[in-house]
């Protein structure tokens, strides 16, 4: 798990408008945590649902990978009839979520196959945050270590 988080980090690393990437502790559901954040971030958390058992201690793992992306909304405005300015400095985050989708979708490395991305979904606040949940797939070969 460390591995694929270093590499999902390091892709993240080239979206020049993410100031923060760091596991997924509940930072935003914590005040103490949350101070630490600097917006815009990315959380990320993994998990193996279903690895395949292939013989040996060997496993085909089938890796899933959200990346949470946290921006500071206070003082957005994203109303029909809010200015043109304005509107768009608010809607700067859907810019960075696409961002983001793009320096995932389809990434891949000798070690994991190509990211698929399996969802998207903006979650519901009332906390002064927005925060996008990107879902991702991957699979990769867990073989034992002789």
């Known amino acids: 798990m460390k591995q694929l988080f270093l590499a999902v980090s390091a892709q993240l690393a080239t979206v020049p408008a993410i100031k923060w990437i760091d596991m997924e502790k509940g930072q935003t559901d914590n005040a103490e945590l949350r101070v630490a954040l600097k917006f815009p971030s990315a959380l990320i958390k993994i998990s193996f649902p279903n690895p395949e058992e292939l013989g040996g201690g060997n496993q085909q793992v089938k890796a899933t990978v959200q990346v949470r992306l946290v921006f500071d909304a206070v003082n957005?405005?994203?109303?029909?009839?809010?200015?043109?300015?304005p509107l768009n400095r608010s809607l700067e985050y859907l810019s960075t979520t696409d961002d983001v989708y793009m320096a995932l979708q389809a990434y891949e490395t000798p070690t994991y196959e190509r990211f698929i991305?399996?969802?998207?979904?903006?979650?519901?606040?009332?906390?002064?945050?927005?925060i996008v949940r990107l879902t991702f797939s991957t699979e990769f070969g867990d073989y034992r270590r002789a």
């Open 76 to 85: 957005s405005r994203t109303s029909k009839n809010t200015p043109d300015t």
């Open 117 to 130: 991305r399996t969802s998207q979904e903006q979650e519901n606040r009332s906390d002064g945050l927005a």
